[in-house]
């Protein structure tokens, strides 16, 4: 069995712990710092949707990957600077990393006029850590009406990463309501090490890497 079988196996358990259909999840095997011919045996295997954390990295191996692979499906997962988002427009499917009004304004004007939609899902910073990017629990109401209402942004959902020395469980429950409370339907949460409590408490999308790829390789220059 590879990695790849067996976290596929982890979820469907978990799924049905809890009465959901497997499919319901989507699983993002993050390729993050792994070069193309590390990300082609999992694409031979059949996974087709990829999270990357960095635009200049992603923008080095998957336009290949995506001409030799068909129905490649491209997560932006990791912060996303100003000055990167006409690329990560150009090349990404979706972006789970919202985070400042700067760069929701940024993504709204480069979709308008580009007519391309993606996928996009506000990062909540739910154990409000200073060195952690997301919007803070108190903003959250007025980002998401900043979003929607003014910028006009269909926002998929709500993402997060819980503290490390914290229960996951907890940020993913309080995850769950906010997004509840704005009828957001889609929850990315989850990673290597706690994906299955995260799906137990409904994540509709985990980022997988470690799992999937074992230990990273250095990031490139």
Request: charged share 25%.
């Amino acid at each position: 069995m590879t990695n790849l079988d067996a976290v596929k196996e982890q979820i469907s358990t978990a799924a049905k712990s809890t009465g959901r259909a497997p499919e319901d999840i989507t699983l993002i095997a993050v390729s993050k710092n792994f070069d193309a011919d590390a990300i082609r045996p999992v694409l031979i295997a059949g996974q087709r949707v990829f999270g990357e954390n960095r635009v200049q990295e992603a923008q080095k191996k998957w336009p290949a990957l995506k001409d030799e692979f068909e129905g490649v499906e491209l997560h932006l997962i990791g912060p996303l600077q100003s000055n990167k988002v006409k690329d990560a427009v150009e090349l990404f499917d979706a972006i789970h990393t919202i985070d400042r009004p700067k760069i929701a304004r940024a993504i709204a004007n480069e979709m308008d006029k580009t007519k391309k939609s993606l996928r996009l899902y506000i990062q909540v910073n739910t154990g409000e850590e200073e060195q952690k990017a997301g919007i803070l629990p108190n903003d959250l109401n007025e980002f998401i009406h900043l979003c929607r209402d003014e910028l006009k942004l269909n926002i998929s959902g709500l993402m997060c990463i819980p503290p490390r020395d914290e229960v996951a469980a907890i940020h993913f429950a309080f995850l769950k309501e906010r997004a509840k409370e704005h009828g957001l339907s889609e929850l990315s949460m989850g990673m290597s090490s706690d994906f299955q409590t995260a799906i137990e408490m409904g994540a509709t999308h985990i980022r997988v890497g470690t799992a999937i790829f074992g230990t990273r390789q250095s990031p490139p220059p």
